[in-house]
Nanobody
């Protein structure tokens, strides 16, 4: 069964840090670009970050550039999102996605074949 399972969400204060994880199973992890998206209450889902199959290339939304860092561990079949300098506007459900396309086009919402169930990140002011 193909599955992405996110973990690590929680409550953090403004300016704090948090790392969330996404464990993949049932799919050839190294064949997929991976990414993170988020959806805040009352808003549409938006792209956050993506990483290439090799891990050598990363892409970020302007709103998180310089504060968030995406990485992957092929041995553990896990992708991470390290979040720092968190702001209340970062509060959202964060979703992991796997793409058979290019990491560079994940922000367009194309070829996003597998999704996780999401993990809630709440940043208190």
């Amino acid at each position: 069964q193909v599955q992405l399972v996110e973990s690590g969400g929680g409550l953090v204060q403004t300016g704090g840090s948090l790392r969330i994880s996404c464990a993949a199973s049932g799919l050839p992890f190294s064949n997929y670009a991976m990414g993170w998206f988020r959806q805040a209450p009352g808003k549409e889902r938006e792209f956050v970050a993506a990483i290439t199959r090799s891990g050598g290339g990363t892409y970020y939304a302007d709103s998180v550039k310089g504060r968030f860092s995406i990485s992957r561990d092929s041995a553990k079949k896990t992708v991470y999102l390290q979040m720092s300098s968190l702001k209340p506007e970062d509060t959202a459900v964060y979703y992991c996605a796997a793409s058979s396309g290019s990491a560079g086009t994940m922000s367009n919402g194309r070829y996003l074949e597998v999704w996780g169930q999401g993990t809630l990140v709440t940043v208190s002011s």
